[in-house]
């Protein structure tokens, strides 16, 4: 393992620029370094160069490099597909969750909370270009899961997630962050974060309001393939 502190410096003078370019503060973009697929070790190296917020997709992955892990101070983003049966130790486990679409997923975690944590902050993540994908609640939809996880003490709502569909052209990534940005704004107040913007199209997040970026190979470099 080896060249993630050189990545991880090269990707937070890159989110400075593009938030400097955007006329926003650079401490207002925050790095959720993606570590699916990566072996503890890698986390380890970027812990090492003062890296604290680490995102996982699949759930067993996850807890085996928390366990690993368990010495270091680490802050753990569930950013993966939420399966019924999983709520449970992603509730125990994990400090945000940004992978929210239905209101079963939002009460069982409210209701699997350990009662000595802090509420779980949630992200609501919505479905806006991507009409293939079965994740993410429909913009129609929002309002009323955004009044269900308000209601459940346990969940701290936090914001919105989205994952669009992948385009190489900035204007058309710019126009799907935008509107992701305009459904949390008519949400109403408190969904301040907008976790968008992966390595492939972070600039166009940051020009749209991101405040978590979630890149996985910009900082860890390609990831192995799947078991
Ligand atoms: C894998 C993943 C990322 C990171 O993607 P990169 O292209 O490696 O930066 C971000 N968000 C989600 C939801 C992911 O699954």
């Excluded at 609501?124 to 308000?150: C, F, M, T, Y």
Aim: charged fraction near 25%.
């Amino acid at each position: 393992m080896s060249g993630v502190a050189e990545r991880l410096a090269a990707v937070e003078t890159a989110i400075a620029a593009a938030a400097t370019r955007h006329g926003r503060r650079a401490d207002a973009v925050r790095l959720v370094a993606v570590s699916k697929r990566q072996p503890a070790a890698a986390i380890n190296e970027a812990w090492a160069a003062g890296q604290r917020r680490f995102g996982e997709n699949y759930l067993q992955e996850a807890l085996d490099k928390q366990d690993e892990l368990a010495a270091l101070d680490v802050e753990w983003h569930f950013i993966g597909a939420i399966q019924g049966n999983k709520t449970a130790a992603i509730a125990a486990r994990f400090d945000w969750v940004h992978t929210v679409d239905r209101a079963r997923i939002a009460t069982r975690l409210n209701d699997q909370r350990p009662a000595g944590r802090p509420p779980l902050k949630v992200l609501l993540q919505v479905n806006i270009s991507d009409e293939a994908s079965k994740s993410g609640v429909l913009p129609a939809d929002l309002p009323a899961l955004v009044e269900h996880v308000r209601a459940l003490p346990r969940l701290d709502l936090r914001g919105l997630m989205a994952l669009p569909a992948p385009t190489v052209d900035p204007a058309a990534q710019r126009r799907a962050f935008a509107a992701v940005a305009a459904l949390a704004r008519a949400c109403g107040p408190g969904l301040d974060e907008l976790s968008i913007g992966t390595s492939d199209d972070f600039d166009a997040a940051i020009a749209e309001g991101a405040t978590l970026v979630r890149l996985g190979t910009a900082v860890f470099g390609p990831r192995p393939a799947a078991a």
